[in-house]
């Protein structure tokens, strides 16, 4: 059984900084992709980045690439998510989501076959 856990979420001031990680356990294929979601209080769920294993990277539309960087270690089946310049409108949970076998699918949270209990992310003054 495949296993997410996220970790990393805490509380920041504007402009501040964090590192999420995601380790994940339990996963059968050696192709695989995950991805980074937020959802803040009030809204929808929403995709913003995910990576294959084959390094692969797909972006949301509304991704900030100058800001959050992806990445991930396939040996120790863990995903990152480095977080610069945090906003207040940063604020949300972050999960991490997993397809197991196959090439990164649109950033639905529909299209994922496991997920994380998430991880909080505030930026306050």
Known sequence: QVRLVESGGGSVGPGGSLTLSCAASGITSSANCMAWFRQAPGKEREGLVGMHTDDR????????????HISRDNVKNTLY????????????????????RGSCPALRPDLFDAWGQGTQVTVTS
């Open 57 to 68: 990277k797909l972006y949301a539309n509304n991704f900030v690439e100058g800001r959050f």
């Open 81 to 100: 998510l480095q977080m610069n310049a945090l906003r207040p409108e940063d604020t949300a949970m972050y999960y991490c989501a997993l397809v197991y």
